[in-house]
């Protein structure tokens, strides 16, 4: 009877160990997804950043390049 309440009770804390451990992985995971998809938003911004500088780099060239063929 000990015994077998003895056993029940490891079975137990294990079974709380390996909740814990799942619950720890999954909050990492999630933890990690997020932080992937805020990097993946920053690296848009700037990209879409960068385009539009290009944007205007491209429009300065050509208003210097007619000043200078007047």
Do not use: F, W
Not at 1 to 28: D, Y
Not at 35 to 55: F, G, T
Request: aromatic share 0%; charged share 40%; with cysteine.
């Amino acid at each position: 009877m000990k015994n077998q309440i003895g056993l029940q009770s490891k079975r137990l804390a294990q079974m709380k160990i390996e909740e814990e451990r799942r619950r720890k992985q999954i909050t990492a995971q999630r933890e990690h997804a997020n932080r992937c998809q805020e990097e993946e938003s920053l690296r848009n911004m700037k990209m879409d950043e960068v385009s539009q500088m290009e944007k205007l780099e491209m429009e300065l060239i050509k208003r210097l390049q007619n000043t200078q063929a007047i």
